[in-house]
């Protein structure tokens, strides 16, 4: 149980660290990379101020989303030790200040996006936040292995927004990266799960290993690793993308599938590493980052 | 849960720094903020000129 915030009779204000913590600023990170190649890749110029003002509105929104999350799953990161030294269960923040602030973040971020850009990218960040804390955090995490799945999708809007919030409207590039986020997200988060499973199960989470065991997971992230890697380079051959992306895609792709395969082909021991495991693990957080970055480069090179 | 967490006594510096910092950053936050809505306004003028 969390240690009181209260100091005598008085509480004692939340620590912005602590604040911005709860946005998960690592996760944001990957979010703003993503909306700014989504934005940058559109064949439109952008004031940069509206440019940054759109991307600043993102990110709070994935702040936001983060907060919420947190807010909810307090009781369950206490019971895990890679999160439970978070604000909320480590006792530093308080439960309805966490809330209040997501809430508030949530709106501001919409009130921007709405301000700084158009009212389809609103609509699609309002769509992203409510899928991520009440169909992702709420419903299926603790509900299904395919919690990932689905979920990912929420984490697979930010280069949408970006591209929309540049142009007004969808095509068929930033719907390929969505894809491509929404298939990296199962074979990137089981990989984590593989060794990390304890965790998972003190907390009750059904994480795919803890539900359907090793073998099936490893089995999976192999299956969806090959699949994204067809979605990675069908920019190419469709013509969205020139060969700088579609080169980038293929050896990077084939990359992530040999590191799927090693991690797919093989049983842990007791005692075991997970080696395999954690370098997919962290080429899977290089790989989307240098992908993104390629469609940017690729665009830029065409024109 | 059963035992009552100790209270550890009222440390008045420590709330007030606290205070402090957060009102600082609140007043940085929103003097930012107040520029990029005025930079985002003459983008948006500029566009519709």
Redesign the interface.
Known sequence: ?A??L?????T?????RDLFALTKPRVMSLVVFTALCGLLAAPVSV?P??G??SI?AIALGAGASGALNQWYEAGLDAKMKRTANRPLPAGRLDPQTALQFGVGLAAFSLFLML??SNWQATLLLAASILFYVFVYTMWLKPRTPQNIVIGGAAGAFPPLIGWVAATGSVAPLPVLLFLLIFLWTPPHFWALALFVRSDYAAAGIPMMPVVAGERATRRQVLLYAIIMAGAAIAPWPLGYTGALYGWTAAILSALFVLLSLRVGTRQSAEGDLMLPEKRLFAFSIAYLFILFGAVVADRWVLA | MTEEPTKPPFDEAEYRRRQRSRANLMAWLLGALAILFFLITIAKMQIFQ
């Open positions: 149980m240690q009181s209260t100091h005598g009779e008085m004692l204000p939340a620590d912005w004031s101020v509206l940054f003002a600043l301000f700084a």
